[in-house]
């Protein structure tokens, strides 16, 4: 794990030993590259050094060995810049951005290991009243509501992914694709 993260951040340290996670490290900055190229043609954005810091940040804190609670927040961070758009320190700092993050990460972290331990999964309920109060403020000095709409809307993926079996989500994704819509 610790190798794995040191050669992500270094990269320029890649050695090709063929040890099984380079694969895996190849395909994580090839995936990374070609999402920071694709919204630099389509937005005149250059997102690389973010997605990459949002990325090394993630891998830092999953390498102290923690429980890591951030993967919803990068799944947002990930799909927010995709759309050309980057996040600054002061929004990333922001009082309401630490809530917002701070919740859905929680949340998704409980639905997501909600079979193993059933006494996080009653607390759900508030945590969801209390992100949606806040996704749907309107006050001054708010963050970009397209932002707070994307975290809201990982919650309901993994709230999703929850309370559906696999074959049940793929055949709502099938109809959502392919069905004609009257």
């Known amino acids: ?23 895996v490290m190849d395909v994580l900055h090839e995936t990374l ?11 005149g954005v250059d997102i690389h050094p973010h997605l990459q810091n949002a990325w090394m940040m ?13 993967e919803a927040e990068l799944i947002v961070q990930t799909v927010y810049m995709s759309s050309g758009r980057c ?3 002061e ?13 859905t990460n929680d949340i998704c972290h409980i ?17 969801m009243q209390e992100l949606v109060k806040l996704v749907l403020n309107d ?14 809307s990982v919650v309901k993926t993994f709230y999703y992914r929850a309370y559906f079996d696999p074959e049940t989500i793929s055949h709502h994704i099938g109809k959502v694709l392919f069905d004609n819509v009257i």
Request: hydrophobic share 35%; net charge negative; aromatic share 10%.
């Open 91 to 103: 929004s990333l700092s922001h009082p309401q951005y630490q809530s917002i993050s701070s919740l």
């Open 111 to 127: 639905l997501f290991h909600k079979d193993d331990n059933h006494t996080l999964w009653s607390g759900v309920d508030s945590k």
């Open 33 to 43: 590259n070609d999402i920071s190229s694709e919204v630099l043609a389509a937005h």
């Open 139 to 152: 006050s001054p000095n708010n963050l970009d509501p397209g932002l707070k709409q994307m975290f809201l």
């Open 58 to 70: 993630w891998l830092l804190n999953w390498r102290k060995g923690e429980d890591v609670l951030g």
């Open 87 to 89: 996040l600054s320190k």
């Open 1 to 23: 794990m610790r190798a794995f993260v040191d050669e992500f951040i270094n990269p320029q340290n890649h050695k090709n030993d063929r040890k099984p996670w380079h694969m």
